[in-house]
Each structure stands twice: as C-alpha cells, then as structure tokens.
Antibody, heavy 118, light 114 residues
C-alpha cells in the first residue's frame, strides 16, 4: 500500500520560500507510470493543483503559480519536493502531496498546514 | 482553464434519504475518441485528505460502497448517495482531468444530516 507523508516548516515568513518534502513509502517512486503532484487547500476553501513531476524530472505547473514554483524529485530517497517563493498570506494553506496517474488522485498524504506570517 | 461549478454549496439530507450533488464544467470533458468523461468525485472528511470515490464519471473506486454512484456526460454530472449514512457527512468535490495536467476542482458541496 503506497503511503505519502509531507514534512517541512509549519510557519514561513512573508517574502520567504516555502519548502516541503513528500516521502513515499510502500513502493518505489520510480515504479509505474505515475506523476507526483502537490495540491493545496486554504482553510475552509477548495482544492488547487500546484504542479507535478515525473521521475525523469519532467515538470508541469499551474500557470497561476508557475513563476514561483519549483518541484524536484530525489529517487534515491523516494521523495519529491515543493518550493514556493515570495510567499504571502494568500499562500497559507494545507499542502498535500498526491500520486497522480495522469487523471485522478488515488493516494494522498495527510496534509501539512503552512502558515505565512511574520 | 476548465471551471467546475458545484451545486448546491451545502445540502442537508435525512438519514436513509437520497443525496444528490451536481457538478457542471465550463466545457465538455467528454473525450470523443474513447467516449469517456474525464471527471472524478472525492469525499473529504474534516482533518483528512480527499478520498477518491468515482472516476470516469461513473466508475466506483475499489472499496467504495455501492450507495455512491456517478452519472452524467459532457458538461453536467451528478453524484448520488442512494441512502445517506451518518458516515457520509463530508465535503464532496468534483475534478476534471480532461485538460491534463491543468486539473481543476469544484468548490465543494458540504453534506450534512438533517
């Protein structure tokens, strides 16, 4: 059973860079034809897809965030990571990592709350 | 972007009764070459990540109770819970994957017990 777990600071100052890592267990991140996505959810609001990476390193980002987002993968550690630069209060949200089969998301991490505040 | 709009925003249904949630896409998510609708439904309970219920608009994910069903085609879709159980209280989201990878979700429908 594939499991995903997000980790990283829960508090980031405005204008700084948010950095999160997703650790995949129960299977190799390189196995199968899967992408690995980041999705976020502000409190009491809906879901926003941030971007995804394939194990080759190929990435796609939401155009609304593209200028600030970098997603990378470390297959040796079975992890992929998110960096979001120049954060503001609007970036405060629960951040989820998820397995992306090119369509729906059937495995999700539990989510991690990131608050942007000085 | 394909905009997904759900209705209603909130819904209260009595236990054992039918619950119906609607999802409308701003353009068709039916792919003509395979006649499949590129739409999924999720259930999210408080403090938990979304759980996949249905994909291809009407295919139940493994382990999802039969009382959950999806229907519709093109731009109009429905998630139906045939007999509401207490554990079904949650927020439900639709998601399109027609415009992969620019996935978009509906705003969510909050389902409560009347």
């Amino acid at each position: 059973q594939v499991q995903l777990q997000e980790s990283g600071p829960g508090l980031v100052k405005p204008s700084q860079t948010l950095s999160l890592t997703c650790t995949v267990s129960g299977g190799s991140i390189s196995t199968g034809n899967y992408y690995w996505s980041w999705i976020r959810q502000p409190a009491g609001k809906g879901l926003e897809w941030i971007g995804r990476i394939y194990t080759t390193g190929s990435t796609k980002y939401n155009p609304s965030l593209k200028s600030r987002v970098t997603i990378s993968v470390d297959t040796s550690k079975n992890q992929f990571s998110l960096k979001l630069s120049s954060v503001t209060a609007a970036d405060t949200a629960v951040y989820y990592c998820a397995r992306d089969g090119g369509a729906w998301f059937n495995y999700w991490g539990q989510g991690t709350l990131v608050t942007v505040s000085s | 972007d394909i905009v997904m709009t759900q209705s209603p925003d909130s819904l209260a249904v009595s236990l054992g009764e039918r619950a119906t949630i609607n999802c409308k896409s701003s353009q068709s998510v039916l792919y003509s070459s395979n006649n499949k609708n590129y739409l999924a439904w999720y259930q999210q309970k408080p403090g938990q990540p979304p759980k996949l219920l249905i994909y291809w608009a009407s295919t139940r994910e493994s382990g999802v109770p039969e009382r959950f069903s999806g229907s519709g085609s093109g731009t109009d879709f429905t998630l139906t819970i045939s007999s509401l159980q207490a554990e079904d209280v949650a927020v439900y989201y639709c998601q399109q994957y027609y415009n992969t990878p620019m996935y978009t979700f509906g705003q969510g429908t909050n389902l409560e017990i009347k």
